[in-house]
């Protein structure tokens, strides 16, 4: 009887097991190195890794755009780490195109936002939201939190000393942007920059970070990231993961009053 009692507490475990090794959602995240950005993937890779096992979800991890050939649609969101729109070919941009519209969140993380050939994939750009111009030499400066109540911005200070390369962009590709981060002209030089190039800043409304829907998607971009021990500062892995985690989820923000009267009808 004990053998038979305990072949079935055996056999209980071995079936409920994977429930319990199954994290909440799964994510996808494409770190193609390039030129400027490479050494960044050494640290940020097992720090994302740590992300995926303290917090509960699973991760795939690419060096390649190869993910793009394939199915995406297990994914809840997708990171594109320093991955560029350009770095995909037609038949994966037109993938990546599927999944948002099929309901998949994006997380676009600095260089991601920056178009190597502006006016070729005009749906990319509108899914970033804003076209990057041009940086200065990396500075500190103070980053001002504008929306406390989205999920990127709930371990962070209300102004926040960061050292980055403060990414310069033009107006708003899409209507219903909203601003996350921006960063304070006043604390650092915009004009600061390589002989031959001219930055001359965006002036008292610049942001860095956002947020919208696009296309049946979720889309969460930030310009913060581009010094690799940047990867090792646990206010912005905490940024980073609340903007993932509402771009998996869609959870963390409040409903508009419109969206939730719409709900209880």
């Known amino acids: 009887m004990k053998r038979f009692l305990l072949a079935c507490l055996l056999l209980a475990v071995t079936i409920t097991a994977p429930a319990f090794a199954e994290g909440q959602f ?4 494409v770190a193609i190195p390039n030129r400027y950005h490479h050494d960044y993937t050494v640290v940020a890779r097992p720090q994302f890794e740590r992300m995926a096992q303290r917090h509960g979800f699973d991760m795939d991890w ?14 809840a969101a997708i990171v594109l780490l320093n991955t560029a729109g350009g770095d995909l070919e037609t038949t994966q941009r037109k993938a990546l195109e599927a999944y948002v519209r099929g309901g998949g969140g994006v997380v676009a993380v600095h260089r991601a936002m920056v178009f190597d050939q502006p006016g070729h994939w005009p749906w990319f750009e509108k899914l970033v939201g804003r ?9 500190t400066a103070t980053v001002r939190v ?33 601003t996350v981060l921006s960063v304070d ?14 930055s001359r800043g965006m002036g008292a409304e610049h942001p860095v970070a956002w947020y919208h829907h696009y296309d049946g998607g979720r889309v969460f971009a930030t310009a913060l990231g581009h010094t690799p021990a940047l990867y090792d500062d646990a206010l912005y892995l905490e940024h980073l993961y609340g903007g993932l ?14 969206q939730e009267h719409r709900a209880r009808e």
Request: charged share 20%.
């Open 26 to 29: 799964k994510v996808l995240v």
């Open 62 to 75: 690419a060096w390649s755009n190869r993910p793009f050939d394939a199915d995406l649609s297990g994914y």
């Open 185 to 198: 002209e006043r604390s650092y030089d915009p004009t600061r920059i390589w002989p031959g190039q001219v």
């Open 146 to 178: 504008e929306d406390p109540a989205f999920p990127a911005t709930f371990g962070l200070p209300a102004r926040w000393i960061w050292t980055d390369e403060w990414y310069e962009f033009g107006p708003p590709l899409v209507d219903g942007l909203r």
């Open 131 to 139: 076209a990057f111009i041009i940086h200065p030499i990396v500075q």
């Open 245 to 258: 985690w509402w771009a998996a989820t869609g959870k963390g923000i409040e409903p508009e009053p419109a």
